[in-house]
């Protein structure tokens, strides 16, 4: 990782971790909207954010944002229908987005349901090309939040080791194989992922603290820990993680600041 790294946070539990990235969460779309007038996050999939879902659909952070301002897209989510077990649509559909009630023109969910993969991917960056008002040919937007997720295996949203997807330099969306899970996903790539505003983390339990250890402090080696490609050009990396997680953290793994 760059010299001066990123910003961590460690925290006892995922309930406490969960709980300050509500607040983070909140206070960046409070200034996006008075800034920018709306705020546009891309969300996480997998079990650990949805917390902090549950978190944002209750006050008092529930109340502290504008929803009616908020344009909500997804990081990554499986090839499967978006009321599937498995889809990161209906985790946060279920935490989230059906206690909102949040019209359905603010939810960009990619549809991985359809069967050709790539048209999903291409016709998802030409939805977020025409949400931020920009070409789908030029250079990615910045979305206000990347919320990520680490795998124990380095991985972060689906850009998976020693997949095609990290090689991708040009488009802001790709399908991928993933022979790892024997899985088609579909991902925001590193291009689009590094212009956001903040990109945060969020990484609890003892199954993480190889991968996260090796990824913030190991050999610099993203075809092995593809969360090694997040380095925000302009925008902050902050990485929010409890201390199960941080149990093989060395330099990093001080101080907890709660
Ligand atoms: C996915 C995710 C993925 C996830 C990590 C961590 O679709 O699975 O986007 O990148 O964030 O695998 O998952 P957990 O939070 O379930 O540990």
Redesign the pocket.
Known sequence: MSENGPAIRRFADGEQMCGAAAEALVDWAVEAVKSRGRFTAAL??????KRLYELLAEPPFRERVEWEKVELFW????AVPPDHREA?FRVAHEALLAKLELPARQIHRMRTEEEDRDTVARDYQNEIARVFGVSPAGAPPCFDLVL?????DG?????FPHTQALKETSRWVVACFVPQIGAE?ISLTPRIINRASHVLF?V??E??AQALAEVLEGTYDPERLPAQLIQPSAGRLVWFVDDAAAGCLESYGAGRLT
């Open positions: 996480s999939g997998g079990s650990t954010p990081g990554d989510e499986r990161n990520l997720g680490l795998g124990a991985h972060t949203a689906s850009l996903r969020l609890a339990g199954e993480k």
